[in-house]
C-alpha cells in the first residue's frame, strides 16, 4: 500500500523569494508585494518567470503618492483638515473657523467652509446720524430726493465698507437694510435707499404724514443685491420744506445725544 506524505500535498510558505534557494513544486514566495506559487522546480529564476512560477495574489495600491495613490498623511497636515476631489484629484481643505459649517457649491465646484446662524453672517455696517444735546437733526427740503445726513460710524464688519460725506461705498454682495428716519412738520414724505453709481433704488421705505409740530419715522427695510463696488445714499423726500429741525427736534437739557437715522446694513 502506498504511503502519502500529506505534507506535500500543502502550500510550503518558504518567505520572500532568495535567488540562491532551491524551490520545489507548491513552494510559495513572496516578491514585491505579491504573492507566486512554484509549479516547476528551479533556482535562480524569479517569481514573475511565468515557467517556474503562477501568481496567488497580486499587490494592493501603495499609499504614496503618484500614479498608484495618494498619500493621506503628507495631504493632511494639521487637526481638522479634511479631503475631497477637486477639478484634478485629491486635495486638502484645512480646518474652518469655530462654528463654520462644511457647504458644497454645487457641480463644478469645490467645497467650502460656511457661516451657521441663519442668513444673517458677521458682518455688519451700522451707521448713524447723531449729534449732541440741543442740536437739531437739519433741514428737511422739498420738491426732490435729498441726500440724508450721516455722520458716524458704530459698526463695520463688511471689508471694503466706509462713509464719506454722507456717502456709503459697499462691494458688491447680497445685502440686507434695517433704516429708521425721523422727519418733522413735512407733510407727508418717505425715505429709499438709493444706488448713485448706477442711478438705483435699492429699497424704498414706507409713506409718513406729520401734522404741524409733529414727526414720523419711515423704515426702510428690505433686501438688495450689488454687481459692484457702488455708492450708496439714505435719501427722503418731503412734500413741504422745514427749516432747521425738519429732519429732527433737538431735545434741550436732556443731557442725551439725539439720533436722527439709523442705517445697519448687514452683507448676507
Known sequence: MATINLGSIKFKWQ???????????????????SSYICIQASTGNLPTNATYWEQMSAKGTDGTNGTNGTDLTTTLTTQGDIVYRDASGLARLGA??????????GTGANLVWGDAGGKFE???LHIIHEDGDATSGGTATSGSWQTGKLNTIKTNEITSASLSSNVISLPAGNYYLIGEMFLTNIGYGQSR???????????????????????GISNCIGRFT????????????????????????????????????????WKI
Do not use: C, M
Open 15 to 33: 518567505g520572500a523569494y532568495a535567488g540562491g534557494t532551491s524551490y520545489t513544486l507548491d513552494d510559495v514566495v513572496s516578491y514585491n508585494g
Open 96 to 105: 474652518g473657523t469655530s462654528g463654520q459649517f462644511l457647504k458644497t457649491q
Open 122 to 124: 458677521s458682518a455688519l
Open 193 to 215: 435707499l438709493r444706488d448713485t453709481t448706477n442711478s438705483t433704488t435699492l429699497v424704498v421705505g414706507n409713506n409718513i404724514y406729520t401734522e404741524a409740530y409733529a414727526g
Open 226 to 265: 450689488l454687481s459692484g463696488t457702488a455708492n450708496i445714499e439714505f435719501q427722503y423726500y418731503v412734500a413741504t420744506t422745514y427749516s432747521s429741525t425738519g429732519q429732527g427736534f433737538h431735545t434741550p437739557g436732556s443731557g442725551e445725544v439725539n439720533r436722527w437715522k439709523n442705517v445697519q446694513i
